[in-house]
Each structure stands twice: as structure tokens, then as C-alpha cells.
């Protein structure tokens, strides 16, 4: 199946400084992909819809000089959080849809996550 | 707008007890209908799906009927293994470039 891929899984950091995810869809091309942002025992919150080539669109709520996304191809959304602190710290998702699987399902594919705490 | 409720958990049970997760949404138009699982410490994986009404979905002996008038989509299983511990959400997304609306989740806890 499709398969998108998240690294860093899993990153800790000094409060202030800028930490940045890739988020890379393998096998299929993604023109948009989401990310999402997951609270301890909670469901995940949309954060902002990545879209190729341009800017991405934030959700309310959403500090977009906080939080930057960056759609750089077909194939890379990468999601940097700058300056962090420690109320930064959660569990970032990226999703995408493949136009070429089920097209019209609606499907997302996940990436396995990244973890980020913020000392 | 569109939204997706789901039963609160926790849900414990043992194993081979039977299981249903409650699902129901309020969208416009049709949407397709999606069950994920996110077992501990990892993402989402799309455990089953259902694009139209009395479609049902299946998978690893969950299933899920599609039902458009009650506007429901439960999670169920006939017998639950001490595996299937993790949290389950419901989801519903239109086609094109539209994100997921997911549940809040329901964690489940099988002991053996």
C-alpha cells in the first residue's frame, strides 16, 4: 500500500530552539498533504493543509510563523516548529492522499508520527 | 460543519468478549467512512472503510456497516484479543484535497 514516511520519529530539544519534520510520501505523489497535531489521550487536531507549490493554508488557532510548513515537491511537506518551548511538545502526523488509490475515497495515509519534547 | 462522535472510553474488556464502538457523524453530501487504529506509540493505520451507504468495511474481524439513516458507522468485533488493545477512531472525509474529521477516540483495553 501506500506508504508515507515521517522522520525524525521521535526528537528532544533545548526551549528555543527550531526543530524541523519531513514528511515524505514513498511511493505516490501527494499535491497536498495535512498535518496534524495529537495531545496526550486526545484526538488529532488538524494544523494546517500543505499544499505543492504553495502556501499552506492554517487552521484557526494555528500560528503559522510558529508552526512553518513547507511543501517543497510532489513528494516532501516538511513542518518546522521554531523557537520551540515546552508547550510545543506533542505528537505530529502527516497525512496524504494518493489520487491514484481509491481515487474518490477520501483515504489518508498516515506517517508513523514524530515525537517531539521540548526540555 | 462536518463532525464525528464516538463513544468515550476507556473501554476494557476481556479477551474474547465482544466488542462495539459507537460512531455516529453529521456531514453534508456523502462522505466516505473510515475506522483507524493507533496501537501505543505509533501513527494511524486505516484498520476499515466504507464509501457508500450499506457498504460494509472489514478487516482483522472488525467491521463496520455504512448507515445512512441512522448516520452511523460502529466498530465491531466478535471476539477481541489482548493484540487489539490500542485507540480506535472514526473518521469521515469528502474526496479531493479535504483533511480527515476525525472522532476523539476510543481506547480500548483487552485483558487477557
Known amino acids: ?27 505516490f505523489q501527494a499535491t497536498t498533504m495535512f498535518w496534524y497535531r495529537q495531545f496526550p489521550k486526545q484526538s488529532l487536531m488538524l494544523m494546517a493543509t500543505s499544499n505543492e507549490g504553495s502556501k499552506a493554508t492554517y487552521e484557526q488557532g494555528v500560528e503559522k510563523d510558529k508552526f512553518l510548513i513547507n511543501h517543497a515537491s510532489l513528494t516532501l511537506s516538511t513542518l518546522t516548529v521554531t523557537s520551540a518551548h515546552p508547550e510545543d511538545s506533542s505528537f505530529y502526523i502527516c497525512s496524504a492522499r494518493s489520487s491514484d488509490r481509491g481515487p474518490g475515497t477520501g483515504e489518508l495515509f498516515f506517517g508513523e508520527g514524530s515525537r517531539l519534547t521540548v526540555l | 460543519g ?3 462522535t464516538q ?16 460512531c455516529t457523524y453529521t ?26 451507504a450499506d457498504d460494509k468495511g472489514s478487516n482483522k474481524g472488525f467491521e ?7 448516520t452511523s458507522f460502529h466498530l465491531e468485533k466478535g471476539s477481541v484479543q489482548v493484540s487489539d488493545s490500542a ?15 476525525f472522532g476523539k477516540g476510543t481506547r480500548l483495553s483487552v485483558i487477557a
Not at chain 2, 475506522?35 to 466504507?50: D, I, R
Not at chain 2, 480506535?88 to 474529521?101: D, E, I, K, Q, R
Request: with cysteine; proline share 5%.
Open chain 1, 1 to 27: 500500500g501506500a506508504v508515507v514516511s515521517q522522520h525524525p520519529s521521535w526528537v528532544i530539544c533545548k526551549s528555543g530552539t527550531s526543530v524541523k519534520i519531513e514528511c515524505r510520501s514513498l511511493d
Open chain 2, 2 to 4: 462536518d463532525s464525528v
Open chain 2, 7 to 22: 463513544m468515550e472510553g476507556p473501554v476494557t474488556l476481556s479477551e474474547e468478549a465482544f466488542l462495539t464502538i459507537n
Open chain 2, 27 to 52: 456531514a453534508t453530501g456523502y462522505p466516505s467512512l473510515f475506522w483507524y487504529v493507533q496501537y501505543p506509540g505509533e501513527g494511524l493505520q486505516l484498520l476499515l472503510k466504507a464509501t457508500k
Open chain 2, 64 to 70: 463496520a456497516t455504512y448507515r445512512k439513516e441512522t
Open chain 2, 87 to 101: 485507540v480506535y477512531f472514526c473518521a469521515l472525509s469528502h474526496s479531493g484535497n479535504t483533511p480527515l474529521v
